[in-house]
């Protein structure tokens, strides 16, 4: 059974940094693709970052520059380092993996930003 497991999140202040990291196990299959979203209180979610297999990157436009996600194929992780973060910013911070054209999610870790 394949597993998304994601930790870092926290409370930082207006202008800090976290790092996010996401662990997938369970599988024998390569991971297609290994994503980032966020979802605040009363929104939807939303796309913050990808990273395909091959390392091409996508950023939602609210975080380029900021953002940065990386990965390691040969462990199954994906990281995301967020710098100069924002009260914008603050939600809970979704890992996922499309494995085999199947999406799986982690359960989500809070970040929340003080102003």
């Known amino acids: 059974q394949v597993q998304v497991v994601e930790s870092g999140g926290g409370l930082v202040q207006a202008g800090g940094s976290l790092r996010l990291s996401c662990t997938v196990s369970?599988?024998?299959?390569?991971?297609?693709?290994m994503g980032w979203y966020r979802q605040a209180p009363g929104k939807q979610r939303e796309l913050v970052a990808t990273?395909?297999?091959?390392?091409?990157?996508d950023y939602a436009d609210s975080v380029k520059g900021r953002f940065t996600i990386s990965r390691d194929n040969a462990k199954s992780t994906t990281s995301l380092q967020m710098n100069s973060l924002k009260p914008e910013d603050t939600a809970v911070y979704y890992c996922?993996?499309?494995?085999?054209?199947?999406?799986?999610w982690g359960q989500g870790t809070q970040v929340t930003v003080s102003s």
């Open positions: 996922n993996a499309i494995i085999l054209q199947v999406t799986y």
């Open positions: 369970g599988t024998i299959f390569s991971i297609n693709v």
């Open positions: 990273i395909t297999s091959g390392g091409s990157r």
